[in-house]
């Protein structure tokens, strides 16, 4: 493996006490930089805003009442509590002072470090229009996967409640703008839930009659994978029944819908009261703060260009990994590309982290960050998945239900403690045998309706 020379950092502390490793974030970059220094002579504190570390890619399912909140996620206490070296807090870190080196906190408290892991992550991003949160929530937490499956499940009741046609069909309006991993998931398990789920379950409504769009602004659905399993995924959600339309700018969201730009100039508009945004994500502010304070720059969507192996150029005390980190990397032996914002590229570079701390202790130079490409997987439905996997004797490539199998085992094997593994695959089990779906218990549908109950278009555009 390459090595990259850098600065050691300055001591700190007391002669003999151990060095201040401080990990802002517990999501997959952070807690896989937690564990590699587990045996690590430091004194190590994992801060997060959260108590728990979730695991991200089967948050659509909590979304859409396929599971619930603890299946994919476990206390960070509970996960470091075997590692003596580690201290856990709860807050939120606000601004970072390379000088002092020191991070202070929401609260106003402050802490020390002698070498910095920033692992916060991203957020969602709204391409300047920040307005459009408010009418269509992103998906990056459990708060945010409450608040869309509640705004789901209201949907159904309240067009159960509804006389006037019109108004129903907006109620059974779903948009999911997007058309990436969790776009298409997102979009194909509405169309389960409504067309496996629930019939049977309302006397006015037919849930099967519900409208499940996905906006993509892009020429094609899943852009990083081959084209032929972009096409098949756009089949399998056509299969079951989800309307796709592609190379589509979103130009409105607000309290009636989401208004379209087609290619040809069309503008049409789609009343929906069950918008849903996974079009793009941002670094977090914590981000461009730390650039300000360093001088560097950020790219356009808020992460800091890192050196070789991980840190900022002239603080190689401070390691920026996971979605914060604009890295570059060698794959396979061609010309260095962008890492993506994706788990697996999050744990690889937790892990060099914490490695590189302990050869800078050591006075050893640090390694460069080398990115090992496992592929990218993508589930529609009940037995719909499309897979690209990146194996040394080439890619492979395949669809359909077997890539649902690889899908579903794939998960439940990276799942973190062996009671969510267990938890999962006996509520998947269970779902694809009866179609039902029991994590759908929501509190306070009534507020949230009377808040956002459809009113007539006054727009003289198309309506859909």
Known sequence: MALFNAERPRDAGHPGTPPKVLIIGCGFAGLAAARKLRSAPVELTVLDRTNHHLFQPLLYQVATAGLAGPDISAPIRHLLRRQPNATTLLGEAVSI?????????????????DHLVLAAGSTHSYFGHDDWAEFAPGLKTLHDAYEIR???VAAFESAEKEDNDLERQAWLNFVVIGGGPTGVEMAGTLAEIARRTLPGEFRRIDPASS???LIEGGPALLSAMPRELSQSAQRQLADLGVEVHTSVRVTRVDAEGVELSFPDGAVQHIRSQCVIWAAGVSAVPLGTQLARATGLQTDRGGRLQVLPDLSLPGHPEISVIGDLAFARSQLRGHADRDVPGVAPAAKQMGELAARNILRRLASQPAQAFRYRDQGTLATIGRNSA??????????????????????????????????NRITVLSEWSWAYWTNQRYARVVSDIEADTALRSPVASQSSTVQL
Do not use: N
Not at 97 to 113: I, T
Not at 386 to 413: I, Q, Y
């Open 150 to 152: 509640r705004r789901i």
């Open 386 to 419: 499309v897979v690209d996997l990146r194996t040394p004797l080439g890619r492979v490539k395949f669809s359909g239900r077997p890539a649902w199998l690889f899908w579903v085992f794939a998960h439940v094997w990276f799942l973190i403690g062996f009671r």
């Open 97 to 113: 002072d390379p000088s002092r080196r020191e991070v202070q906190l929401a609260d106003g408290k402050r802490l020390a470090y």
């Open 211 to 213: 409208r499940v769009m």
